[in-house]
């Protein structure tokens, strides 16, 4: 009886350590809202247009994010493995766009070019926590992700990219 009282209380634990990381703000299956801030040189960047025939992996970090770093060389390897691969209804394919919840735009550019972070994709309105796209999407922690496919809809939502790829995989034509 111990035993399955000691079970119970273990899955009760992470059930609620789960659900206290559980986005609200985003479902799977909405519209993604569109986003429109600029990257690191200034030129403005619209989710939405992006969008267009492609998924898009949208992935929240910052520089100073212990974990949005260790999880970077993964992020890498998602978009080195999928970027030129061919998907069903994705004329464009797949991109990530990171949004950065930075607030030193030189920290930000730094880490961008320490990870590798090759892609084109980069935005942010260097609010930090009280960042605009933060509060659009929900976000009360980072790293996390969203898969959205080509037609605009959230197709997931991630704590960490790689757990994007099986539904990449599903995708691939």
Same mark, same amino acid.
């Given at each position: 009886m111990?035993?399955?009282?000691v079970?119970?209380?273990?899955c009760?634990i ?10 609200t703000?985003?479902k799977?299956? /909405? $519209?993604?809202? +569109?986003?429109?801030?600029s @990257?690191p040189n200034?030129?403005e960047l619209?989710l =939405?247009?992006?969008?267009k ?5 949208l ?7 212990g974990?949005?770093r260790a999880?970077s060389p993964g992020l890498?390897a998602l978009?080195n493995?999928?970027?030129n691969?061919?998907f069903?209804?994705?004329k ?5 766009v990171s949004?950065s919840?930075?607030q030193d735009? /030189? $920290?930000?550019i +730094?880490a961008?070019?320490h @990870?590798?972070?090759?892609?084109d994709y980069?935005? =942010?309105?260097l609010?930090?926590?009280q960042?605009?796209p ?6 009360q922690y980072?790293?996390?992700?969203f ?5 605009g809809?959230?197709?997931?939502k991630?704590?960490?990219a790689?757990e994007?790829?099986q539904e ?5 034509k």
């Open positions: 111990k035993k399955i009282f079970a119970l209380s273990l009760l992470v059930f609620t350590a789960n659900a206290q990381y559980e986005n703000t985003i799977v299956g /909405q $519209k993604a809202p +569109d986003l429109v801030f @990257d200034g030129k619209k =939405s247009k992006l969008n025939h492609r998924i898009i992996l992935d929240f970090w910052a520089s100073w994010c974990p949005c999880s890498v978009y493995n999928y970027n691969k061919k069903k209804n994705a464009k394919g797949f991109i990530i949004v919840m930075d735009k /030189q $920290k930000w +730094d961008i070019k @990870d590798n972070l090759t892609w980069h935005m =942010s309105d609010g930090g926590w960042s605009k933060a509060l659009i999407y929900g976000v980072i790293p996390q992700c898969l959205i496919d080509a037609k809809h959230v197709l997931g991630y704590m960490h790689e994007a790829e990449l995989q599903k995708m691939l």
